[in-house]
């Protein structure tokens, strides 16, 4: 994880944990609705909708954090970032437990952060 902040850090400053809900922090959903206490989100997700005020999506923040990054090489490069699950050889139900641990991590991550 120390790999990704310092990724967030050089893109949204060094206070970008703040942003985040961890109560409504989700690496499986990749839409966020920043005024929808029910709607929960990825890291990712949470970080645009801060950026556009409103809804934040996981394709658009990866596509500024990545945006020189060929698109055939980028699903590598952000489940090495820890933002999605490598899902090449994943079975649908472990994708899911695989999701837990990952938001898990992000959450541990933002509190040591703050």
Not at 25 to 53: K, W, Y
Not at 59 to 87: S, Y
Request: aromatic share 8%; net charge neutral; proline share 1%.
């Amino acid at each position: 994880m120390v790999r990704v902040a310092r990724l967030l850090d050089k893109k949204h400053g060094r206070g970008w944990a703040r942003i985040v809900k961890l109560r409504r922090l989700n690496q499986s959903t990749g839409g966020f609705i920043l005024f929808d206490d029910d709607r929960c989100g990825c890291v990712a997700a949470q970080l645009d909708a801060n950026r556009t005020g409103s809804y934040g999506t996981y394709g658009d923040e990866m596509d500024r954090l990545f945006a020189n990054t060929p698109f055939d090489e980028r699903d590598a490069l952000v489940a090495d970032h820890g933002f999605n699950v490598g899902r090449a050889d994943d079975a649908l139900a472990e994708l899911g437990v695989a999701f837990v641990g990952l938001t898990e991590a992000w959450k541990n991550e933002v509190r040591s952060r703050r």
